[in-house]
């Protein structure tokens, strides 16, 4: 059973630019599912949305930037600092599907594992 806490949405020109959602799965983990550009515009809900989903305490915290064609440096920052939040809670930490420009970043801040860098 899968159940939405919150979502964001920014839309520019009637277009969703950005679009990120908390999903709460039966199995103690929490999904955040992220789409569209995550940028200067768009970092503060990213974070936002990012931080209501640790503070929720799951057994894993799992950010799916599958949507994503678009990630800031700023916004990356954003994802290691509730990486390192959720580790320090004893949570589980995975990031599913990043986006192929930012793999080797990803592996190289140990964000996420050789492993996982398939998508």
Same mark, same amino acid.
């Given at each position: 059973?899968?159940? @939405?806490? +919150?979502? /964001?949405q920014?839309v520019?020109?009637d +277009?969703? /630019? ?6 709460? $799965?039966?199995? #103690?983990r ?5 789409? *569209?550009?995550? #940028?200067?515009?768009? +970092?503060?809900?990213?974070s +936002?949305v990012?931080?209501? @989903? ?13 949507? /994503? ?7 990356l920052?954003? $994802? ?7 580790? *320090?809670?004893? $949570? #589980?930490?995975?990031v599913?599907?990043?986006?192929? *420009? ?5 592996? @190289? ?5 050789? @492993?996982?860098? #398939?998508?």
């Amino acid at each position: 059973m899968t159940t @939405a806490q +919150e979502q /964001v949405q920014m839309v520019f020109d009637d +277009e969703v /630019v950005f679009q990120a959602q908390i999903e709460i $799965l039966a199995d #103690d983990r929490v999904h955040v599912v992220v789409s *569209g550009s995550v #940028d200067l515009w768009s +970092e503060s809900q990213f974070s +936002e949305v990012l931080d209501a @989903a640790a503070a929720l305490r799951p057994g894993a915290l799992v950010v799916d930037l599958r949507g /994503v064609d678009f990630l800031s440096a700023s916004s990356l920052r954003h $994802l290691i600092r509730v990486r390192d939040v959720a580790r *320090g809670r004893g $949570l #589980d930490f995975v990031v599913h599907s990043p986006p192929a *420009g930012i793999v080797r970043w990803l592996l @190289a801040q140990y964000v996420i594992l050789p @492993a996982h860098a #398939d998508h």
